[in-house]
């Protein structure tokens, strides 16, 4: 029987593997295919990163990546049967994923990190809950991004609501402040595309920061 309940992973620092229901749906928006390859922030323990797995078949490679040594030992441990995850311990914004086809980021961000955009291939598939917090200790709360990479650049749409603990090195001030004033705008739903290229901005953009831009226009054809 399914249950679709929050487990405690360590619950003096109130952290949790997820709701079910909500991992399904993000999982299902990844558009996961066999073999392809996928990484994994935030894998905590690896209980979602086991499923990601099972989706992409031992022809695929997962790459989950923690930035607690702890859990990702724990991690390490649990997933060890399947040769086709790695586990890394490490700061996700900071190590080199290599081409990827899907990249969830299972942590609250202000902002989707280059490193994650670089990584995509031509269809590649990113989601990262982008969330606004009262301090970088603590959770917050916002919507799930999905970004694709298309050949006249990167579509963009909003998903889901979410509410999620922090994203280490995922954070920046400026832009949490921002991202809160975007978000009462109430225009959520009509972001379309990222944009990294260098522009003024204009009433066309949604969140607009130096080394990218929420806009409201759409993907050139």
């Known amino acids: 029987m399914f249950h679709n309940v929050l487990v405690a992973i360590d619950a003096e620092r109130r952290l949790n593997n997820g709701q079910p229901s909500g991992l ?5 928006a990844l558009d996961l295919q066999k073999g392809d390859r996928v990484v994994h922030i935030g894998c905590a323990t690896g209980y979602y990163t086991a499923i990601l797995a099972e989706v992409v078949g031992p ?3 997962v790459t989950a990546i923690e930035v607690d040594p702890g859990l990702a030992s724990r991690a390490g441990s649990n997933l060890s049967y399947l040769a086709h995850v790695q586990v890394l311990a490490g700061d996700g914004g900071e190590i080199d994923l290599g081409p990827s086809d899907a990249i969830f980021i299972n ?10 955009l670089d990584a995509l291939r031509p ?3 990113l989601l990262v809950p982008l969330t606004v917090t009262k301090d970088s200790e603590h959770g917050g709360g916002g919507l799930v991004l999905k970004v694709t990479r298309q050949p006249g650049g990167f579509t963009a749409r909003f998903i889901s609501e979410v509410g999620i603990f922090s994203c280490s090195g995922g954070r920046d001030p400026q832009l949490n402040q921002q991202l809160k004033n975007a978000f ?3 225009e959520s739903k009509a972001v379309q595309s990222l944009r990294r290229d260098m522009h003024d901005p204009t009433d066309t953009c949604w969140l607009h920061h130096e080394t990218f ?3 409201k226009l759409a ?3």
């Open 24 to 28: 399904a749906l993000w999982f299902d």
């Open 59 to 61: 022809t695929g490679r």
């Open 107 to 116: 942590a609250g961000a202000t902002h989707p990190r280059a490193m994650w």
């Open 123 to 125: 269809g590649g598939r």
């Open 184 to 186: 009462d705008s109430g």
């Open 213 to 215: 831009c929420l806009s």
């Open 219 to 221: 993907v050139p054809a």
